[in-house]
């Protein structure tokens, strides 16, 4: 019998070609690899800006926070009002993730995990202003609860304290719902990389193989931290709401704050996703994953959150009036009227007034309104959180201690830091890891095939 032909011999000696990636994973991996100029820009912007708003807190922390512009009656300015702002933004991520996972939301899984990102970084955000608002930083450790040699223990009546366990409890949970849900991303990214990358991402996978079991423990896991987190978006925005509503200062000692805080931290929250996904989409192409009918969702639950926030406006107007309390109308009337009727104004305008074209159909899936509206309704709040704390605390009972607020450059410059310091890690996960869950994708894919 002839021998078979050498090039026979060879052919099957060679190994079978690697089975080509699928297009889910190439198109989300794509994010990951190279330096686009926009992103480039941005980081670096990024960057310039914590490094000034660094130099600026160093310089604070040197002198004093004296420059920071606060003086009597006002002790709290922007410092706190940005705190508030940034923990608000964090609440959409969980909504998003959490809540809607538990009420099985398909949509959801396209933004959920640039949502989930942006929680962690909004809270890490928000973590740093009470220590910032304190003035002496290194004494940040009297805020603990621990066991120590001076017998002291801490004010458990402090607003400040009652922060320091929402943020830990807030971040800890949220950083365990956002990486689990990493974990099978993370192994699909492993399965790719090369050098220091993948070694990264060989731990962070946990040996992660795909297998049936781990896909059981991985979803159990899921819904469990979805139930536990759920709550916490009521409680956390409801207990940073009572810092004021336990006060007796006029505008602020009302029943309203926790529901009113929680809607206006969903609405805000939502728009800042939309402000983050739209440039993301455009830049790294991924109209494919993240479409319209995503956007049109997201601009459905601004405005029902919208109509929330303009029923706890008109409330809080109508419950001043109602009440007959002299401190309470002067103080709401002061708020339209009075010094800061800019801010009162633009709360209203941008919040309650402004969302309301959303109920146009073109208008929710027209991106480019969308942007320019969520970057009003973003400022909208912020300003919502500058009109209730400076406005009692400038006008309070007497009116002979009566004073004028005016935020400082400084404040502004650590203002303008906190934005700096949240796109820098926004802007290095997008480098990092998968901007879209790539699992719950294929999962929405094949239940479209199989559905037809």
């Known amino acids: 019998m002839a021998p078979p032909p050498a090039s026979a011999v060879a052919d099957s000696m060679t190994a079978p070609a690697a089975p080509r990636d699928s297009q889910t994973n190439i198109d989300i991996m794509a994010v990951t690899k190279g330096f686009h100029w926009p992103w480039l820009i941005a980081l670096l912007l990024a960057l310039t800006g914590v490094g000034v708003a660094a130099a600026t807190l160093a310089y604070q922390t040197y002198v004093g926070l004296g420059i920071a512009g606060y003086q009597a009656p006002v002790f709290w300015g922007v410092y706190i009002i940005t705190f508030v702002f940034w923990i608000g933004i964090g609440h959409a991520g969980t909504l998003i993730s959490a809540i809607l996972f538990l009420f099985r939301a398909k949509w959801r899984n396209a933004i959920n995990r640039g949502a989930e990102a942006m929680t962690v970084f909004a809270v890490l955000t928000a973590a740093l202003f009470p220590l910032i608002h304190i003035g002496r930083l290194w004494k940040f450790y009297f805020l603990l609860p621990y066991p120590n040699q001076r017998y002291l223990w801490v004010n458990f009546k402090s607003p400040l304290l009652w922060d320091v366990f929402a943020v830990n409890t807030y971040l800890t949970i949220s950083l365990l719902f956002f990486l689990v849900g990493l974990i099978p991303d993370i192994a699909i990214a492993r399965d790719r990389a090369v050098g220091w990358k993948k070694a990264v991402y060989t731990v962070l996978a946990g040996g992660w193989q795909g297998t049936g079991k781990q896909w059981k423990a991985h979803n159990r896991t899921v819904l469990h931290l979805s139930g536990i987190a759920t709550p916490l978006v009521l409680s956390v925005h409801s207990i940073v709401s009572w810092d004021f509503a336990m006060s007796i200062v006029p505008g602020w000692h009302a029943t309203i704050f926790a529901p009113y805080f929680v809607a206006g931290a969903i ?186």
Request: overall charge neutral.
């Open 267 to 452: 609405f805000g929250g939502f728009a800042m996703v939309i402000n983050v996904m739209i440039p993301v989409r455009r830049i790294f192409r991924l109209e494919r994953y993240i479409t319209d009918y995503h956007f049109e969702n997201m601009a459905r639950f601004i405005l029902f959150t919208s109509l929330i926030c303009g029923y706890a406006y008109g409330a809080e107007y109508f419950i001043a009036w109602y009440s007959g309390v002299e401190f309470e109308q002067t103080s709401f009337w002061l708020r339209a009227f009075g010094p800061y009727w800019f801010s009162t104004w633009c709360m209203i305008i941008f919040n309650v007034v402004m969302p309301q074209f959303l109920w146009i159909k073109k208008l929710r899936t027209n991106l480019p309104f969308l942007f320019i509206l969520c970057f009003f309704i973003n400022l909208g709040m912020w300003f919502e959180r500058y009109v209730i704390i400076i406005t009692s605390l400038s006008r309070e009972y007497v009116p002979a201690a009566w004073g004028l607020y005016i935020p400082s450059t400084t404040e502004l410059i650590v203002l303008t830091g906190s934005f700096c310091w949240f796109s820098m890690f926004f802007l290095l996960f997008l480098k990092m890891f998968p901007i879209i869950a790539i699992a719950e994708v294929k999962e929405l894919d094949i239940h479209a095939k199989e559905h037809h």
